[in-house]
């Protein structure tokens, strides 16, 4: 037939009502054609009505139209799947304007799946088989569909770019090689995208690496930002308590102030009125004696008067004067009340025991570059002293607790829990958090300068600085460093020095030690005219530190004031 190799469009041979190829095809007079159900069924529907209209143009029919086979729709839809001619694809197969079109196809295209670099052309499934078919065709390199194909023809020769100049860095192609970038540094396309992938791939690498960095951070971060949500509920928590407490005690010592002035006030009153009573008593009789007295200044008869007069009662003895003490008798109770008020201001006021969040700020942001110059290191200085509560007693402190000096003689400090009983080593009384800074002034080559967590055991061999997992310590001894930490000892090399012990500057004898809590760095720094890096930490720090002193015998070490 000459049907055959015709594509031909689904879409007119088949049914309108239910998409599908026609069966039993029957046409109204109209001139639309439908599967006899179908439109018998659409018919149905509208029984009761005066009329009957088609569903594509709306025509109305009156009566109902008798339909009949359409015998020859009928012989074309059998013929049709009889020479197995495929209806024209879909419309989600056709090349729309976002898509790349097959160059082949002649009328409405498809969308091509493939470009090939060698043909500068892109197909659809069906003209793309012979480059998997014909041997030469297998050979082209085959990309996914692009409309940009014609970019990779050199405008001047026509030709495919199939070489990479890395002089100018462009493509070209082979007659650009031999003409105006003859002798330039040229490769083949194949060789250049060779050498960008591994850079590439490394550069990806790289990029994944830091994504796993940061991926942990955010994971510290997160777990920083429960432990802060716990803590500080926590902090209110025991706070709310502890104020609780503090204000029940209050109310009863004020309720006990009021119930003595009462008492006293009861007392005082009745006191003041048996008093008050006996001298209306005596006035009382008083007025009564001069009443008696008055009538018998009276009496004219001489005889009768001196015959009464004997017969009066002597006054009775009268009361001593009455002291009235002054009206402010409850004064010294104000005055108790207002000294007690005074006292706790003051105890609330002090500034080591203001409720304060000093030093505990958390610092969310990355981790900064460590500073190069020592005026970069002060700008985080911190003013440290030492604890007297935790110094051993072979330590003398001084300077305002800043300088430590290791003696003989056993120093009388009380007995207190948090004292080093068996090291010679003292911590500061400050904790550190976020970025901080400070220098140790040592006087003799027996000195350990030290971070440590407050939890450090006191008492036994474990509890020197950097014989544990709580502290950490760089030992100056003998114009040589090491490095100490739980236990295990590491040589200190500095820049340049592959030696055991890196010898120091003799004319140094100052430690800068630089700590990022948060980013978990620890850095010891030899301090002369220049900052010379000792050794450096990167951990992670799980609690507030405090900087600590080791020292032998005969030897000092002072905090600086660098501010």
């Known amino acids: ?39 018998k069924s659409h018919w149905d529907g509208e029984d009761g009505k005066d009329s009957y209209s088609c569903p594509q143009c709306r025509k109305t029919f009156t009566p109902r139209p008798v339909l009949l086979k359409s015998t020859m729709l009928a012989d074309l839809v059998e013929e049709l799947k009889k020479t197995g001619l495929q209806a024209a694809p879909a419309d989600h197969c056709y090349a729309g304007a976002e898509d790349v079109a097959c160059d082949v196809c002649t009328g409405r295209k498809l969308k091509a799946i493939k470009s090939c670099l060698q043909c500068l052309a ?5 003209h793309l088989q012979p480059h998997y078919d014909v041997p030469q065709l297998k050979k082209h390199k ?34 650009c090689s031999v003409e105006e970038h003859k002798g330039h540094d040229t490769v083949s396309a194949a060789a250049e995208r060779a050498e960008r992938q591994r850079e590439l791939e490394g550069s990806r690498l790289n990029i994944q690496q830091r994504i796993q960095d940061r991926e942990k951070d955010v994971k510290l971060l997160q777990q920083q930002a429960e432990a802060i949500n716990l803590s ?21 010592r004020s309720s006990d102030v009021k119930q003595q002035v009462r008492s006293q006030q009861e007392r005082e009153v009745s006191r003041v009125r048996e008093l008050q009573e006996n001298l209306e008593q005596e006035i009382t009789e008083l007025k009564r004696k001069d009443a008696e007295l008055k009538k018998l200044s009276h009496t004219e008869d001489h005889n009768q008067f001196l015959h009464n007069y004997p017969s009066l009662a002597p006054l009775s003895q009268s009361a001593s004067s009455i002291q ?33 969040l000093t030093g505990t700020e958390v610092d969310v942001l990355l981790p900064q570059p460590e500073p190069k110059t020592r005026a970069g290191f002060l700008k985080y200085s911190r003013d440290l002293t030492l604890d007297p509560n935790t110094a051993n007693t072979h330590l003398l402190l001084s300077e ?27 911590l ?27 939890n450090i055991s006191r008492a036994g061999g474990d509890c020197g600085f950097g014989e544990n997992d709580r502290s950490w310590a760089l030992d100056c001894e003998t114009n040589s460093h090491s490095f100490r930490y739980n236990n295990v000892q590491t040589p ?19 430690v800068g030690v630089y700590l990022d809590h948060s980013a978990g760095i620890l850095s010891f720094y030899s301090v002369s005219e220049t900052m010379t890096l000792l050794h450096r930490v990167q951990t992670t720090f799980t609690q507030p530190l405090y900087a600590g002193l080791y020292l032998y015998y005969g030897h000092t070490a002072e905090l600086c004031q660098l501010k």
């Not at 892109?122 to 069906?126: A, D, F, L, Q, R």
């Not at 990309?143 to 020769?157: A, F, M, Y």
């Not at 305002?400 to 090291?423: E, L």
């Not at 904790?431 to 407050?454: D, F, I, M, N, Q």
């Open 324 to 356: 009235i003490r002054p009206l402010s008798c409850f004064e010294d109770v104000t005055a108790a009340v207002s000294e007690l008020r005074d006292k706790l201001q003051d105890v609330l006021r002090e500034k080591r025991t203001t409720v304060s």
């Open 232 to 252: 500080a509920d926590e902090a209110v928590e025991d706070s709310e308590k502890i104020f609780t407490e503090l204000i029940r005690l209050l109310e009863k």
């Open 142 to 175: 085959l990309v996914e569909p692009s409309k940009k194909l014609q970019e990779n023809v050199c405008s001047r020769h026509d030709e495919v770019r199939k070489m990479f100049c890395r002089t100018d860095q462009q493509l070209i192609c082979y007659l």
């Open 1 to 39: 037939m000459a049907l055959r190799g015709v594509l031909l469009d689904r879409e007119n041979f088949s049914c309108s009502i239910c998409l599908d190829l026609l069966k039993d095809p029957v046409t109204t007079p109209c001139g639309h054609s439908y599967c006899m159900n179908c439109i």
């Open 428 to 454: 500061s009384r400050e904790s550190l958090t976020g970025r901080c800074y400070w220098e140790v002034e040592r006087r003799g080559e027996g000195v350990h300068v030290a971070v440590a967590y407050k």
């Open 122 to 126: 892109s197909y659809c499934e069906k």
């Open 492 to 510: 200190v090399s500095g820049p340049g020095s592959p030696r055991v012990g890196v010898d120091l500057d003799p004319g140094s004898s100052r």
């Open 400 to 426: 305002g607790n800043r300088k430590a000096t290791y003696v003989r003689q056993h120093q009388s400090y009380s007995s207190h829990p948090d004292r080093f009983t068996v090291w010679p080593q003292v």
